[in-house]
Structure formats: C-alpha cells, structure tokens
C-alpha cells in the first residue's frame, strides 16, 4: 500500500523512517508548503514523489493512506483537505484543537467511506496492551488511583508557546497522561468507569497558554487519577497504578521504557506467569521486601509502525477507524481538553 507524508518536520522524519523499514508499504509521496524542503526531505528518505503544496498530494490518487504531520493547529484544515480529496488520513495527535473541529472530521470521513485515525502512538504499542493483561490478571489487587507524569524543558519551541498555533501543555503533553488515565480506569473488567468529577489548575505563560498543568480526575467507581504536564521543566514521565497487593510503574507515559511490576511482602504474583508471551522478563527483589517484575520493551523500528499498520488493516478490512483508538475515544479526550480549556479561560483565536 502506498503513503503519503503531508508535511517535513521532526515527526514526519520519524515516520519516514519507520515506514521504510515495514514490510507490503511503500512511501510514495511527501508534500511541503516549499518545494525544496519537499525535495530534499524526499532525496533523504528515497521518496519517488514530492510536492511543493498540499493540495497536490491530496489530489494524489495513488495513495491509499496520508499521514498529517503538520503542526495541531494546521490538523483540521490539512484533515478536510485530504478527505475532501478521498484519501485516507492518519493525522498526527492532537488529532485538532477541540471537539467540534473532531466531530466534523470524523462524520465526513464517515459519510463518505474513509478512514481518519488519531496517531497516538500510545495506543497501539505492545507495551499499552501487556499493561491491559497485567491490569486484569489482578495481581496488584483492587486499584485505587493513578498518576502520571509528563514533562520536557520544550517551551522555547514557538508553536507549544502561542496562542495562535494551538499552544500550550496541555495539547502537545497533557494528551498523552489523559490517554494514559483513560487506558487505565475507564473500562474496568469490561464495565464501563464513567468520569464524575474532573478539576484542575494551570500556569500560564506570557502568551496566555498553559506552561504546565495538573489535573485530577475522579471515576465512579471512586478511583482518581493525577495527572501533571510541564512544557517547561523535564519531569520523571512515569505512569504509577497504585493497587491494595502493589503497583505498576510505566516507564516513560509517552514512550514506554518497561514496565515494572512491584508486589507488597508476601505477595507472590503467579497471576504473571501467564502473560507476558515474548517479553522478557526480568525478578529482583524490592525495597519493600516483595517482589518486583520488570518487562522490557520489545524491540522496534521506533514504534510507529504499529500504528501505521493498524490504520493500513482497517483501510484493508473498509473500516473508518482503528479499535486500538476508536472515534469514540478521540472526541472523548478533545472533550475532556476543551473543558479544561474553558476552566483556564484559554481559548485560541481563531475558534469560534
């Protein structure tokens, strides 16, 4: 199947890079405001087709998939333009800046037969999915809250710092520990956790968006989650699920590092011996006198390609969305974002 990249920063070199190396893709057009940023991005990465405006690449018939890789800003309008052209679309996370921008992309893709995916990677890594299996095997016992922490010295970076480029922590790290609480807590054993409760707080920075937040978020089932994300200041970025038998540590909320399993005295944690096929796992002994295991992180091409081939299955199988980050998902934390944003009183101009 063939893909096109719309757009040359940072993260569409990653995602070159990554489909590359996959097997049945081919990486068959790149797209750039300036021609000559799109021709050496495409002499780089060995690209056969480059363009010097989006609308092309949107008209291109031959691709099966775009991947936006422009700023979030820009998602919507580069979103619409490639559905409106027919293409496919895997858009980079945040998938647009607020809900509504979400609802309208989601119903025309709908509507006209296509698919539209959020790329956050987060959601389709191995690693989302032992967690899932370590979480239901009941080894750390009845979960009572969670936190998770994300944070990099990156507010220098202008389109994380204005307001009329979608700043902000929140959309750019924030996304990443709400995805992160909402994998967790919000379905527990196949019944659905519904949110009661969410407040929070945020410091702004002199452009008005938030430099750093927390947030806590309360569930039904009376378990919480706090939440931190920090533009300016490099933080532990570790996800903590605190149960009554131990706890879990996630390595790193936005690409996880292991996976550390640590079990209170006398808990022994055969549940584990069942799950976990193909990872390596490593026990030891814990400051608490139990026991800890550690999963390591399987190894990858970067970790995108899981996400790529998700969307490429469901493109294969005619369907408009991948069940890793289902539509419903996606308008649930640009909802959960956009009330936050109205608490702090920011919004972006150009919004309605």
């Not at 070159?16 to 021609?35: F, G, H, K, P, W």
């Not at 989006?54 to 099966?64: N, R, T």
Request: proline share 2%; with cysteine; charged share 25%.
């Amino acid at each position: 199947m063939n893909i096109g990249i719309l757009g040359t920063g940072n993260i569409a070199q990653k995602m070159s890079q990554t489909i590359n190396c996959m097997n049945d893709v081919n990486l068959s057009a790149v797209a750039s405001r300036d021609i000559r940023k799109s021709e050496e991005f495409a002499k780089k990465f060995s690209i056969p087709k480059f363009y010097g405006s989006y609308e092309e690449l949107a008209k291109d018939s031959s691709l099966d998939l775009i991947y936006i890789a422009t700023p979030h800003s820009r998602h919507y309008e580069d979103t619409m333009l490639c559905l409106k052209n027919g293409r496919n679309v895997l858009c980079e996370k945040a998938f647009t800046v607020n809900e509504m921008q979400a609802a309208e992309v989601i119903a025309f893709a709908r509507l006209h037969g296509l698919f539209v995916g959020e790329a956050i990677w987060t959601r389709f890594l191995p690693m989302r999915f032992l967690l899932d299996e370590i979480i239901s095997s009941g080894v750390i016992g009845n979960i009572s809250s969670l936190s998770a922490n994300l944070g990099y010295s990156i507010g220098f970076i202008e389109r994380l710092i204005k307001p009329e480029l979608a700043g902000g922590a929140l959309l750019d790290l924030g996304v990443y520990t709400i995805n992160f609480a909402l994998m967790v807590l919000e379905n527990r054993n196949g019944v659905s956790n519904k949110i009661t409760n969410i407040t929070s707080k945020c410091v702004k920075n002199e452009y008005g968006v938030d430099a750093n937040n927390s947030i806590i978020v309360e569930f039904e089932d009376s378990t919480v989650a706090i939440l931190h994300s920090n533009m300016r200041s490099k933080l532990d970025n570790r996800g903590i699920i605190n149960g009554d038998k131990g706890r879990i540590e996630f390595e790193n909320v936005n690409n996880c590092e292991g996976i550390s399993v640590i079990l209170n005295p006398g808990v022994i944690g055969n549940e584990l011996d069942t799950i976990g096929k193909g990872f390596n796992r490593v026990v030891r002994d814990n400051d608490m006198g139990g026991n800890t295991f550690f999963f390591e992180t399987p190894k990858q091409i970067t970790g995108f390609e899981y996400e790529v081939q998700a969307a490429l299955d469901s493109i294969r199988n005619h369907e408009y969305e991948s069940w890793q980050m289902p539509h419903s998902e996606t308008l649930k934390v640009m909802s959960i974002m956009d009330s936050l944003r109205d608490e702090w009183s920011i919004k972006y101009p150009f919004e309605k």
